[in-house]
């Protein structure tokens, strides 16, 4: 077999435009290890000694990967990413949410929030004082996370509903795969405990999971009895609190430019969908104070004046109460900005000089006549935000900001090669696997299984520790599936990118499709071992 990984001339075509995987070549790379050799039946014995050597040949030859992966392409950070064809050239309505969707926060305002909810913890709920010690860590939590109120653990799902082997904490420590197993008797959640989780899906949550370990760790650390769903309930309750009561909104709106983070792009994509005759609408649950206040903000450099923003936007819709906006009857009330009231008069049209609280889906189609496909919504929760509008026959726009940073490093060298390493090692497990060794060849058969396996999680905990030590990619799991949270952009979201800027790099008329090679997130690039062959 031979020793070296040799190029083929033409290497890989150019990076087409949304592409997800990389091409496949006539010839392939070849000789990094006999990848696809055919299995022998009844040679079990011999198959394991050359399996053993394929192995030690791919170990050999592992500093060769940088230069047989150098020519694939990569994805566009910044690109559109799409799950159902969407032609922007019938969307004859934009509606946008304005957290993390229009306006977008520093790291500082996890902080602020987890901060403000362990302090009405210990003064409200009268938690102890020690809790207090604890700060926010922005490293822990990822977004796509599960609370099971009853077992108190916070859970890493894949796509199918198992329990990612790394990715179960009881508080602050990692539970190894037998304590997963004794917990829940399998990794797969089924639907009667799937009822006692509670997803944790939009950036809001880093804070409340953060929380949530913290606590619970502290009360293991200190030896003391506690319910998990208490600490769900008052932890929920802290957090409810600290929006609810307007603490987090006048503490932004007091220091701007600490939370808030000017994207003048935004504005200029809101200005050239107005341009170009498009209907523009804004949905959000957030206050109309603390919107115009961090509007405002965000457009004093942009030659605005005074109220001038809400010029931009044919209607302006605050305190929605998303998800129950999509199925409830709710009427919608005029808000009177300058008295903080609410009228009394029924809304059977809406004015481009008002604003209204409130209402519902229902009311907003019949007053508005704008018809389910040509109206597309933007928002950066699947659930609250999302899933109504595409039950509703809108299409759905998800902007995810830690796409970019995590297709940035699925791009890098580091990240690829442990994926190659990780497609050999799947390859060479097949095999053994496929293979049937007498009885007193089990333990060499035993020996090689448990090396390759070793291999396997030294490359898969390389590839998480790149996103994030505790839980890894928000999109992926170890295992190489698609994670629970993937499942929901797919279900949910006709397209998704990191933010809304990235839209002006394309046509208004363009025809956003899928990758014709179907996976289940069309930005998800693998390196397949089929790349390899032997000479």
């Known amino acids: 077999m031979a020793a070296r990984l040799r190029l083929l001339a033409h290497c890989f075509p150019p990076s087409q435009a949304l592409s997800s995987t990389a091409p496949r070549t006539s010839g392939g790379l070849r000789a990094l290890c006999s990848l696809s050799t055919t299995l022998r039946s009844g040679a079990g014995e011999d198959e394991i000694e050359r399996i053993r050597r394929e192995f030690e040949d791919a170990k050999r030859n592992y500093l060769s990967i940088p230069v047989a992966i150098k020519d694939m392409p990569k994805m566009n950070p910044q690109g559109i990413y799409v799950n159902k064809n969407v032609k922007l050239d019938d969307l004859q309505v934009y509606g946008f949410d304005y957290d993390y969707t229009l306006s977008h926060y520093s790291d500082h305002l996890q902080c602020l929030i987890y901060d403000l909810a362990k302090k009405h913890l210990v003064d409200e709920l009268k938690y102890p004082e020690s809790c207090l010690q604890y700060e926010y860590d922005g490293s822990f939590p990822i977004r796509g996370l599960y609370y099971d109120r009853l077992k108190g653990c916070l859970l890493k799902l894949d796509f199918f509903g198992s329990i990612e082997p790394d990715g179960c904490f009881f508080g602050r420590r990692k539970l190894s795969l037998s304590e997963i197993k004794e917990l829940y008797g399998t990794r797969h959640i089924g639907r009667d405990q799937a009822r006692q989780l509670v997803g944790l899906m939009d950036v809001f949550c880093f804070s409340e999971a ?41 503490k932004i709106l007091s220091e701007p430019q600490k939370f808030l983070i000017k994207k003048s792009q935004v504005f200029r994509f809101l200005k050239m969908l107005k341009e170009k005759g498009k209907k523009l609408f804004l949905l959000t649950n957030s206050p109309f104070y603390f919107v115009d206040g961090g509007m405002r903000y965000l457009l004093e450099d942009q030659h605005f004046d005074g109220n001038s923003w809400r010029e931009l936007f044919d209607v302006v819709i605050a305190q929605a109460n998303k998800p129950t906006f999509y ?32 209402g519902c889906l229902k009311s907003f189609l019949q007053i508005t006549k704008w018809r389910g496909p040509e109206v597309i919504y933007f928002g950066d929760h699947l659930l609250s935000d999302l899933r109504g509008p595409s039950k509703a026959g809108w299409r759905t726009a998800a902007v995810i900001r830690e796409l970019e940073d995590e297709i940035e490093i699925q791009n890098s060298d580091s990240y690829r090669v442990q994926q ?52 890894g990619a928000t999109f992926l799991t170890d295992t190489g599936r698609e994670s629970s949270f993937a499942y929901h952009i797919h279900q949910y979201a006709d397209i998704y990118t990191s933010k809304l800027e990235n839209f002006l790099s394309y046509a208004p008329e363009s025809w956003l499709h899928p990758p014709h090679d179907i996976k289940i997130m069309p930005h998800n690039a693998k390196v397949p071992a089929s790349l390899f062959s032997s000479s």
């Open 210 to 250: 953060c929380l949530i370990a913290d606590i619970v760790q502290h009360f293991v650390d200190a030896k003391l009895e506690f319910d998990a769903p208490y600490v769900y309930e008052d932890v929920n309750q802290a957090i409810q609190h600290v929006h609810r009561s307007g603490l987090i909104h006048r």
């Open 327 to 358: 199925n409830s009857d709710h009427p919608f009330r005029v808000y009177d900005t300058e008295k903080d009231t609410l009228a009394f008069t029924a809304v059977d049209k809406f004015l481009p000089d008002q604003v209204y609280y409130h």
């Open 420 to 471: 190659a390493k990780l497609s050999i090692i799947h390859d060479l497990l097949g095999k053994v696997h496929a293979t049937v060794v007498s009885t007193e060849k089990g333990q060499v058969y035993r020996a090689l299984l448990d090396e390759l396996n070793a291999e396997r999680r030294q490359c898969r905990s390389g590839m998480r520790d790149l996103f994030n030590s505790s839980f």
